[in-house]
């Protein structure tokens, strides 16, 4: 049977959310898959959730990286398949995957190890309370992958009132 490449894209969460913060990654190139096997965890501004394999094969590349933001649509992983159901996704070039990280992969790569990371909701809750999460290195981050979520900010908010 033959096999072919397929650009696995970021999935869209409806007409209001269109970027999506890479969690956790939890493949890398060389790994077989199966349809259903959980490759990620994402999140949007509202909620966090497990992105699943469309098809059996072998991930060929993995254009994602933790703490990126990546829009819906975005090439996110590259898997070896031989579903011809995926066709349509077949990959355009090699290139693609090469070229795919953009400015907010890079910019994530180039935080400080032991920064804190804020998903998008617990920054907006923290810009309307007046607090600048830059400059907040003292709140504890309970959220998916170890980042600051909405409910931490709302504690934090809360206990700096008490």
Known sequence: METFIIDVPVPSMGATVSE?????????????VT????????????SAFEFESPCDGVIH???GKPGATMNSGDPFVQI??????????????????????????????????AAVVWTPRATKLAQEAGLDP???????????GHRVSGDDV????????G
Not at 35 to 46: H, I, N, P, V
Not at 83 to 97: M, P, Q, V, Y
Not at 154 to 161: E, H, M, S, V
């Open 20 to 32: 999506l913060n890479v969690i956790v990654i939890k493949v890398q190139p060389g790994d077989r």
């Open 35 to 46: 349809k259903g096997q959980r490759l990620a965890d994402l999140e949007s501004d509202k």
């Open 61 to 63: 590349a993995v254009i």
């Open 80 to 113: 070896e398949t031989s579903d011809e159901s995926l066709r349509h996704l077949k990959s355009g070039t090699a290139k693609s995957a090469a070229s795919a990280p953009a400015p907010a992969a890079t910019a994530a790569a180039a935080k400080p190890a």
């Open 134 to 144: 830059a400059k907040i290195t003292d709140i504890e981050a309970t959220g998916p």
């Open 154 to 161: 709302q504690r934090y908010i809360a206990q700096k009132k």
